[in-house]
């Protein structure tokens, strides 16, 4: 059996009724290196402050409840052991979620993050051309559930929405959990109701996100939200193209680096914004060329574009011919 060893926690505690600021409260537990982030706080609760507010219920990393901050990332505390957190850190500072507001300690406010999962309307809207006999949704194949992906391993604990910077930035923008959610109506074959969810998430929806990962980075269930929000964008092009600023750019993006290898900035703001939206921000425009005047300039092509141009060929075959 491992050594115990000696781990110090810092515990955010904060109730907004009562206290004007937050504060962390310290405390050196002796446990075994394996011991669970979320054992070591319910040892806390029992032992030595029965007023320390968390969440938990399976503690078996099912149900969700004990997402948190963990040395700043957003992990589930009955699935992180302190040994790793304490060899790195030199010790364990416990915060709430972030991107919710705090009730008190450990436990956030996730009322935001429910409503907009309801946004994406997560259930199936049975395409009318199937129809289902009996009432019942007819079978898939294998192949057909395959292509959710990860999606179903999802349970719902908020870490990814946690450590979204898009969240942050817009608390309009879906979150990666609703996003991963609403891939997996968009690809099932029994939904009638693709163009539809395509068309109503992408304003203040697909294109804030930043492509960061790090909600793939967060998810404990490697349900990889990144990866099925970028598939969102590729089925939602595909469908619908330039639609929206987002999508605009993205494309504009693509035929500048394939014409010259180099963003041509001015005419990229043209593509996005579209005349009415450029004029709108002539006097921003104004500000950056003051700034950086060689952004006027048409750029020249890189050297070696054909190189560029072999990428391309590779990534977007369809295109060719
Ligand atoms: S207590 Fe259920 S996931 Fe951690």
Redo the contacts with the bound molecule.
């Keep these: 059996m491992a050594e115990a060893i000696e781990a110090p926690f810092e515990v955010y505690r904060h109730d907004p009724q009562k206290d004007r600021t937050p504060r962390y409260e310290r405390h050196v537990l002796t446990l075994a290196p394996h011991t669970p982030v ?1 054992t070591a706080l319910l040892a806390i609760r029992a032992e030595r402050d029965p007023s320390l507010a968390l ?13 948190m901050l963990i040395n700043s990332k957003s992990r ?4 992180t052991p302190i040994g790793p957190e304490i060899e790195r850190h030199g010790k364990i500072v416990v915060d709430p979620m972030r991107n919710q507001p705090v009730l008190r300690d450990l436990v956030t406010e996730m009322a935001p993050f429910w409503s907009n999962y309801r946004r994406i309307e997560p259930h199936l809207i049975p395409d009318p051309a199937k129809p289902m006999p009996d009432g019942k949704p007819t079978s898939m194949t294998p192949e057909e559930v395959a292509r959710f992906q990860e999606t179903p391993r999802c ?1 719902a ?1 908020a870490a990814c929405y946690s450590a979204c910077p898009a969240v942050e930035a817009d608390p309009l923008f879906p979150g990666p959990m609703a996003l991963a959610k609403l891939y997996r109506f968009v690809v099932d074959p029994r939904d009638g109701a693709t163009e539809e969810r395509l068309a109503k998430i992408q304003p203040n929806g697909l294109w804030l996100c930043l492509r960061c990962h790090l909600c793939t980075e967060a998810c ?1 269930k490697g349900v990889r939200p990144s990866e099925r929000i970028m598939d969102l964008k590729e089925l939602a092009l595909a469908a619908q193209g330039g639609t929206e600023a987002g999508s605009r750019h993205a494309l504009g993006f693509k035929e500048n680096i394939r014409e010259r290898g180099i963003l041509n900035e001015m005419r990229l703001v043209r593509q996005t914004s579209g005349i009415p939206g450029t004029l709108a921000q002539l006097g921003q425009g104004v500000r950056l060329v003051r700034k950086k005047p060689e952004i006027r300039k048409t750029p020249k092509p890189i050297d070696g574009l054909a190189e560029v141009e072999k990428l391309y060929e590779v990534l977007d075959p369809k295109e060719e011919g």
């Design positions: 979320l969440r938990y219920s399976c503690r078996s990393a099912i149900c969700g409840s004990c997402a589930l505390a009955c699935q349970i604990c404990p």
